[in-house]
């Protein structure tokens, strides 16, 4: 069993950042790729960015292409979402996964979620 916890959710102004962390516990961790989903009020859960075991490959939605970065340190357990330039559109409960395998964009490629952490941004 894998333990997610994501954090680092706030309000900010539009055009401002943040930055989400995920830290996984509980069973060994190697091997699972990682992502970011995303889902608004009256609005479907959205894939926003993925990141294989080792790092080496990445893929974004195409809304936050060139604005967000994923990243992993494997020594500490944790996935990173850097947001920048946010725009209140962003705004949503940001929420982490793990799955064994490929990257995904699908939800239900993902075994383990964590509990989801508000993101909001005002214009």
């Known amino acids: 069993q894998v333990q997610l916890v994501d954090s680092g959710g706030g309000t900010v102004l539009a055009g401002g950042s943040l930055r989400l962390s995920c830290a996984a516990s509980?069973?060994?961790?190697?091997?699972?790729?990682m992502g970011w989903f995303r889902q608004a009020p009256r609005k479907e859960r959205e894939f926003v960015a993925a990141?294989?075991?080792?790092?080496?490959?990445?893929d974004y939605a195409d809304s936050v292409k060139g604005r967000f970065t994923i990243s992993r340190d494997n020594a500490k357990n944790t996935m990173y979402l850097q947001m920048n330039s946010l725009k209140p559109e962003d705004t949503a409960v940001y929420s982490c996964?793990?799955?064994?395998?490929?990257?995904?964009?699908?939800?239900?490629?993902?075994?383990?979620w964590g509990q989801g952490t508000q993101v909001t941004v005002s214009s």
């Open positions: 509980g069973r060994s961790f190697n091997g699972y790729y």
């Open positions: 996964g793990a799955g064994l395998g490929s990257i995904a964009r699908d939800h239900a490629r993902y075994e383990y």
């Open positions: 990141i294989s075991w080792s790092g080496g490959r990445t």
